[in-house]
């Protein structure tokens, strides 16, 4: 049976690990509101360059000409996956559900596809597949200390670039869509080659413009920013899924701590009545034996 000091600072010592869950648990939500407005400012722009682009290319596909590279369908020999994690833990089972994902989607399109690279943005997704002795292409670093659209951009017009030069037939991306603070749903999204609007055939926009200049080179303007977009749009959902795990995470670690110290402070209880019993029960035979 420990001893009531033994238990004393085990009390101590939950009662600090409760402090420090707690004010994780603080600084997650204020960032997960940075999250989430950050997020609620892209989708506008988002959603309207969706639907500009799905105009344009309906009405470029009516002309008869060859599509744009960026839209081509190749025959799926090479393909890459982009796995976004996080560069810390303690947040549940924000990044095991991402490699498990990862792994389902390599197992389910092993004869689809030759070969499959992967690449990762944040270090637990790195450290996990090297872990299970998979091969990473390229880790990008510093990407979630300093989230900007330019990091974005830059991994998108690399991507862009292996495409086009035919290093790799299809790019995917691979991240936990934010549904709320206590809910993330890992996707794989298709990111290369764009895929075809949903507009396209019959239900075609009956309305079109004067374009300047023609349509084609409009195309091939958005296109590059819409891969761009996607790949911005995946950091911040992954991002605010990052902080609303953690925030889930260190809310269930200060519940335990509680229960923790409310068990172990009823043990303490417990071992000090019995001590001072065992003392007064000491104290009596003492008295009795010198009668």
């Not at 940075?34 to 988002?46: E, F, G, K, M, V």
Request: aromatic share 6%.
């Amino acid at each position: 049976m420990p001893s009531l000091r033994d238990i004393r600072n085990r009390i101590s010592s939950v009662r600090s690990t409760r402090q420090i869950t707690r004010a994780m648990k603080m600084v997650s939500a204020a960032k997960l509101r940075r999250a989430q407005d950050a997020i609620l400012r892209t989708r506008p722009y988002a959603q309207l360059l969706d639907q500009m682009l799905m105009r344009v290319a309906v009405r470029a596909a009516q002309e008869d000409l060859p599509p744009h590279p960026l839209l081509a369908v190749r025959k799926p020999r090479v393909a890459e996956v982009v796995v976004i994690t996080s560069d810390r833990g303690l947040a549940g089972g924000f990044n095991s559900n991402i490699a498990r994902r990862t792994q389902r989607f390599l197992v389910e399109n092993a004869e689809r596809f030759e070969k499959v690279l992967l690449s990762t943005v944040g270090r637990k997704g790195r450290d996990a597949f090297r872990a299970r002795r998979m091969e990473v292409r390229k880790d990008y670093t510093g990407v979630h200390s300093d989230l900007r659209y330019e990091r974005g951009e830059e991994i998108a017009e690399e991507y862009t670039e292996r495409f086009l030069s035919g290093e790799v037939d299809a790019v995917y991306l691979c991240y936990n869509e934010f549904k709320s603070a206590i809910s993330q749903k890992p996707v794989v999204v298709q990111l290369l080659p764009i895929e075809s609007p949903p507009g396209a055939g019959p239900s075609a926009p009956a309305v079109d413009f004067l374009y300047e200049p023609s349509r084609h080179e409009l195309l091939g303007e958005l296109l590059p920013r819409q891969v761009a977009m996607q790949v911005w749009r995946a950091l911040l959902e992954s991002a605010a899924s990052e902080h609303g795990a953690r925030m889930s995470a260190m809310e269930s670690a200060t519940k335990n701590a509680e229960d923790m110290i409310s068990t172990l402070t009823l043990q303490y209880n417990r071992a000090r009545q019995a001590y001072v019993t065992k003392e007064l029960l000491e104290i009596v035979s003492g008295a009795e034996a010198l009668k």
